[in-house]
T-cell receptor
C-alpha cells in the first residue's frame, strides 16, 4: 500500500528563519510527487511536480527536491504570507491517475 | 473568474437527506475528481471521471454517487446523508496526457455538515 508521511505536523518560524518540510514516501513505483499549498477554507494550490530523484524546482522562496525515499520543501527567508498548510502527494505506477496525499505540515511564520 | 467552481460553498443538512454538490470547470480538462478532506486524514479520492462516459470509484465511494453531465460538469451526490460524511469536499481537474499534464487543479471546496 502506498504511504505518504509528512513532518513535522506543525512548524512555527520567525520571519527570515529558513527551514525545510519533509515528505517521505513508500510506493510501488513513483510517477510523480506533487507539492500543494492550502490556505484555511480554500482548495489546494499547485506548487511543484517532481518526477525523478535529483530533480529540483524553485518558485520564489520555495525550493522542492526529490530523492528515492523523500522530498523536501525548503523555505528560504520566509514571510508571514508563506503561512499555510503544505501538502505532499504521490502518483504511482499502480495507481492510475490517483493521488495519495500526506496529512500536511501547518506552517506559521511570525513577525 | 475561477477556473474550477463549486456550489454550494457551505451546506448544513440533516441525516437522511439527499444532497448534491456541483463542480464546473473552464480549464477545458477531460479529467475530473471528487475528494473529501478530514482533519488528520488528508485528502481521499471518492470518484473520478476521465471523460463523459467514464466513471470510476475511488478509495471511499460507499455512500456516494456521481454524474458527469458534460465535459465541464461533475456532480457528487449523497443519497442519504449521515453525520460521518461531514467534511470538506473538493473537486479537481487534470488534462489528458503524461508528464506535467497530469497535475490536478482544485476548486475552492464545499464545507458540508450533516446533523
Amino acid at each position: 500500500e502506498d504511504q505518504v508521511t509528512q513532518s513535522p505536523e506543525a512548524l512555527r518560524l520567525q520571519e527570515g528563519e529558513s527551514s525545510s518540510l519533509n515528505c517521505s514516501y513508500t510506493v510501488s513505483g513513483l510517477r510523480g510527487l506533487f507539492w500543494y499549498r492550502q490556505d484555511p477554507g480554500k482548495g489546494p494550490e499547485f506548487l511543484f511536480t517532481l518526477y525523478s530523484a535529483g530533480e529540483e524546482k524553485e518558485k520564489e522562496r520555495l525550493k522542492a527536491t526529490l530523492t528515492k525515499k523523500e522530498s523536501f520543501l525548503h523555505i528560504t527567508a520566509p514571510k508571514p504570507e508563506d503561512s499555510a498548510t503544505y501538502l505532499c502527494a504521490v502518483r504511482t505506477t499502480g495507481g492510475g491517475n490517483k493521488l495519495t496525499f500526506g496529512t500536511g505540515t501547518q506552517l506559521k511564520v511570525e513577525l | 473568474d475561477a477556473d474550477v467552481t463549486q456550489t454550494p460553498r457551505n451546506r448544513i443538512t440533516k441525516t437522511g437527506k439527499r444532497i448534491m454538490l456541483e463542480c464546473s470547470q473552464t480549464k477545458g480538462h477531460d479529467r475530473m475528481y471528487w475528494y473529501r478532506q478530514d482533519p488528520g486524514l488528508g485528502l481521499r479520492l471518492i470518484y473520478y471521471s476521465f471523460d463523459v462516459k467514464d466513471i470510476n470509484k475511488g478509495e471511499i465511494s460507499d455512500g456516494y454517487s456521481v454524474s458527469r453531465q458534460a465535459q465541464a460538469k461533475f456532480s457528487l451526490s449523497l443519497e442519504s446523508a449521515i453525520p460521518n460524511q461531514t467534511a470538506l469536499y473538493f473537486c479537481a481537474t487534470s488534462d489528458t496526457g503524461t508528464g506535467s499534464a497530469d497535475t490536478q487543479y482544485f476548486g475552492p471546496g464545499t464545507r458540508l455538515t450533516v446533523l
